[in-house]
Every structure is written in structure tokens, then in C-alpha cells.
Nanobody, 126 residues
Framework: QVQLVESGGGLVQAGGSLRLSCAASPRTFNSYTMGWFRQAPGEERQFVAAISWTGNRIYYADSVKGRFTISRDGAKNTVYLQMNSLKPEDTAVYYC???????????????????WGQGTQVTVSS
């Protein structure tokens, strides 16, 4: 498993931006698909975005397309989630994930990932 530590959450007004970072243990970082999920109170975990280990396949949930951007820096063993035009409904705990989703399948299930960070709170005020 990969050790993951998120940072960058906080409180922002609607329309604002935040960038989440996820630092991963370095030994096998570059072989994993990395992603982000989020969970609001009383709701199930929801897929947000994922990026393949090569960076050439990127996936977004429809709810964040055009507003969020996922990227990874192999040299820094870090994956990022740039969140722009934030909305109150984006409020949730955001989790960084790593795993080996089945090739060719849309990697939006929690079961696709065997490593999870502890989560970072994002709160968007209206």
C-alpha cells in the first residue's frame, strides 16, 4: 500500500479556489492510479477525479468537469486537485486514493483503490 497525506483544505467562499495536495510514499508512487473522492455528512463517498500513473488518462465526475483539475508530479511524489469556481455543494471531506483499477474501466468505485488518506475538510460558504 501507499502512504498518503492530504493537505490544502479549508474554508472558502462560493466562486473561490483551493488546491489540494497529496504526498505519497515514494517507492511505488509512480505505478499507481491516483485519485480523489469526497464525502459529505450523511452521504456516501463520491468519486471526484483520477489520473493514471502515466498521466495520460484522466477522469472526472460530471459534477466537477470544467472546474477541477487533477495532476501529478512524479518528481515530488505528489498529486494535486485544483478546484476552481467552488460551490457550496462541493463541501465535503476530500480523500486522496491510490490503487490499480481494472484497465479500460472507468475508475470511479471506492473498491478500485486500496490506499486512502485521512481526508481534508473543504467547506464552501454561500
Amino acid at each position: 500500500q501507499v502512504q498518503l497525506v492530504e493537505s490544502g483544505g479549508g474554508l472558502v467562499q462560493a466562486g473561490g479556489s483551493l488546491r489540494l495536495s497529496c504526498a505519497a510514499s515514494p517507492r511505488t508512487f509512480n505505478s499507481y492510479t491516483m485519485g480523489w473522492f469526497r464525502q459529505a455528512p450523511g452521504e456516501e463517498r463520491q468519486f471526484v477525479a483520477a489520473i493514471s500513473w502515466t498521466g495520460n488518462r484522466i477522469y472526472y465526475a460530471d459534477s466537477v468537469k470544467g472546474r477541477f483539475t487533477i495532476s501529478r508530479d512524479g518528481a515530488k511524489n505528489t498529486v494535486y486537485l485544483q478546484m476552481n469556481s467552488l460551490k457550496p455543494e462541493d463541501t465535503a471531506v476530500y480523500y486522496c486514493v491510490a490503487g490499480y483499477p481494472e484497465t479500460g474501466r472507468y475508475p470511479d468505485l471506492p473498491a478500485d483503490y486500496n490506499s486512502w488518506g485521512q481526508g481534508t475538510q473543504v467547506t464552501v460558504s454561500s
